[in-house]
């Protein structure tokens, strides 16, 4: 009896792990970030370089940060939902212009439409490394207090604005 | 045909092309530091390269950053900790042992352990089953005739 029973135990152990296995995103990496106050930045405005933006002007509003650059081919999938997103007015939407060519970018939201409260700019990437940024387009949740709540990496769809942000952004808001 | 084979030359030799651009560190010790660091940070572009061998934009940015975190007199921990404060464990090659990373520490011990239980268990049985088959003279009388009987047939 235990002669069968034995391969089946290891059989079952290892489905099991296999079935889990498949279910994970290797390339989406948890970020250390969730919990913790937002990196110190400061940097230029895309529409008016000579003015900075950092994260003490945000303080006591729920906001994003969307990672986007012209370059990126997933940005252009996801602008679309985002600028719609954007009509709602639902939160401040900053853009993070990630080692981009200002020109480009400004090209781009012009003809594709902005769906970005202000986009500031990050040309050497020091602010995305700050942010632990690696894939283009990322988007992070950040409460009130300015601590970051949430991070999506990718491209974000329409059921993902539905289901996850607007959650998330009704729940913020709702903290003091 | 022959641009055909002149394309795969070309193509098996590449990689020596695009040997990654590497920093210039002021002295030699700090050299090797900045080349050991390098090859212990994963590029999170490209998984399963470190950043000293990935081409990746995100992998150069990280070695630029390295190197001058330690012209700035930095250390290598303290490098290690800015890569992991900002990109979790995963940006290490080796990743530290602590409570969540114990099963992945220990699974080869085990799975030796385990191997190794497995071995002695088949030894001994193989071991008892061959003690088993030792028979006495009458039994030994008995197979014989009963083989012989079986020539008959």
Known sequence: MLKYLIPLAIFTVLAVFLGLGLKLKPSEIPSPLIGKPVPVFSAPKLDNPTQNLSAADLKGQVWLLNVWASWCVSCREEHEVLTQFAQQKAVTIIGLNYKDDPAAAKNWLQSLGNPYDISIMDQDGRIGIDWGVYGVPETFVVDKQGIVRYKHTGPVNAEQIQTIFLPWIAKLKAEA | ?153
């Open chain 2, 1 to 153: 045909m022959l641009k055909l084979l002149l394309l795969a030359v070309l193509l098996v030799l590449s990689p020596l092309a695009a040997a990654v651009d590497a920093h210039q560190m002021a002295t030699p010790e700090l050299q090797n530091t900045y080349e050991s660091i390098n090859a212990e940070l994963r590029c999170l572009v490209c998984q399963n390269q470190t950043i000293a061998d990935s081409n990746a934009e995100l992998a150069r940015d990280l070695r630029r950053q390295v190197g001058e975190m330690l012209t700035q007199g930095k250390s290598k921990q303290d490098i290690i900790n800015f890569m992991t404060q900002r990109y979790g464990d995963f940006v290490l090659y080796k990743p530290p042992f602590k409570g969540k990373t114990t099963l992945l520490w220990l699974a080869p011990g085990l799975f030796l352990l385990s191997g190794v239980v497995t071995v002695f268990f088949v030894v001994r049985r193989r071991k008892t089953a061959a003690t088993r088959v030792s028979i006495n003279t009458e039994q030994q009388k008995k197979v014989s005739r009963l083989l012989d009987e079986g020539d008959g047939v």
